[in-house]
């Protein structure tokens, strides 16, 4: 059987209505809660700056790993208007674009509540921090050129991924703060991952092999985003040894619940190609 392929364009068009749908779905179950209710400002004191005082690191009561985790969470988030452009530059009509803009505002609370928290508790070295962030932001992120369905693909992984880094987070019980807010940031990122994977759902029933190409190739060259750390280690590292986002775990925590989404190993409606790329995958298969 021999499909024929549809450009991104076409896809485009075949998809709107699918992304429109998904899009006011996602905006009735998404809650609509406040990141500031998560911050305890009546701890906050002014830095030296405006006549307090400013930070030292016995004020911090995170342990070492919540203050990596927390710190990767906010330097991933601050870097959002990288991942607005990536994303953004294939998705530029009409409900397509609404999701772009919808899941920034997202992304962009959780940078909101994060960095209040750590400033308003004290929990990391604000100066550190915010050269972090413009060493971070000043590097940006750039993906290599994709087609639509495997930006859909990929952001499907990158959110699932994201979700259970932040699960694991608030399995730490730092305290009930940290715990609250990880666990609302993952719900998101459950929703968010929700979104991507319905859309790639609808791209297998119109483009069988395209999709199971995109998917492939995806998990092929999935990788989480990482920022390299003040000591110059990589975040991807320290975060495996503490247990709170291992990529060895990845085919069993990331890749099987999507592919099982996608009813991947059971699909009937494969050419040639697609039969080629599920056998690139073929190892996955639980």
């Known amino acids: 059987m021999v499909q024929n392929l549809l450009t991104d364009r076409e896809l485009l068009d075949s998809l709107a209505l699918e992304v429109e749908l998904n899009l006011r779905r996602h905006i009735e179950v998404a809650d609509g809660w406040q990141p500031h209710d998560y911050v305890p400002f009546s701890e906050g004191q002014n830095f030296r700056f405006l006549g307090g005082t400013d930070w030292e690191p016995g004020q911090s009561e995170l342990s070492e790993v919540a203050k990596l985790a927390l710190t990767v969470s906010v330097l ?25 803009g919808r899941w920034t505002a997202e992304e962009n609370r959780h940078e909101i509540m994060i960095r209040n928290y750590l400033m308003v508790t004290r929990s990391v070295d604000p100066v550190q921090l915010e050269r972090s962030r413009m060493e971070h932001m000043t590097k940006g992120f750039r993906r290599p050129s994709l087609h639509l369905l495997d930006v859909l693909a990929t952001c499907a992984l990158e959110e699932t991924a994201s979700a259970v880094r932040h699960r694991n987070i608030a399995a730490l019980g730092e305290n009930e703060i940290v715990t609250a807010m990880a666990d609302r940031i993952a719900l998101d990122d459950e929703l968010q991952a929700r979104f991507f994977a319905d859309l790639v759902a609808a791209g297998f029933d119109i483009a069988p092999d395209q999709t199971m190409r995109a998917v492939a190739d995806s998990v092929a060259a999935f990788k989480v985003p990482s920022v390299t750390l003040p000591d110059g280690r990589s975040s991807d590292e320290l975060l495996a040894e503490a247990g709170v986002y291992d990529p060895a775990q990845e085919p069993t925590l990331v890749f099987a619940p999507l592919l099982a989404r996608w009813n991947v190993f059971e699909r009937t409606d494969l050419g040639a190609e697609g039969e080629q790329a599920r056998t690139e995958i073929a190892h996955l298969r639980g």
Do not use: F
């Open 76 to 100: 991933i988030a601050d870097n959002l208007p990288s991942y607005h452009r990536e994303i953004g530059k294939y998705l530029r009509t009409g409900a397509w674009w609404r999701w772009v």
